[in-house]
């Protein structure tokens, strides 16, 4: 099994920044990627970005160039740096870890609430 435990989410003005942290303990062997989800009341959730132990990188369109993921999966440790935030960012966003390939990762935090409002 592995815990997650994720970190800084908040209240934010449109246009501002926030950077979440997350950090996996336990039996860690089998993932290869670390992540972040998010959902929004009303909605799916959904993939924001993603990290593989080798560094590859991916972002879902809605955030590309405005957040970036970065972090040492071997070492449990994800950052979700987030700028040019929007109302539309807001948020319930979850740190979670499995396999690259994966649809859905295999674990989850218990998510951090982001909360973009003037």
């Known amino acids: 099994q592995v815990q997650l435990v994720e970190s800084g989410g908040g209240l934010v003005q449109p246009g501002g920044s926030l950077r979440l942290s997350c950090t996996a303990s336990?039996?860690?062997?089998?993932?290869?990627?670390m992540g972040w989800y998010r959902q929004a009341p009303g909605k799916q959730r959904e993939l924001v970005a993603k990290?593989?132990?080798?560094?590859?990188?991916w972002y879902a369109d809605s955030v590309e160039g405005r957040f970036t993921i970065s972090g040492d999966v071997a070492k449990g440790k994800v950052y979700l740096q987030m700028d040019s935030l929007k109302s539309e960012d807001t948020a319930v966003y979850y740190c979670?870890?499995?396999?690259?390939?994966?649809?859905?990762?295999?674990?989850w935090g218990q998510g951090t609430q982001v909360t973009v409002s003037s």
């Open positions: 979670a870890a499995g396999r690259w390939s994966a649809i859905v990762f295999e674990f």
């Open positions: 336990g039996s860690r062997f089998s993932i290869n990627a």
């Open positions: 990290i593989s132990s080798g560094s590859s990188t």
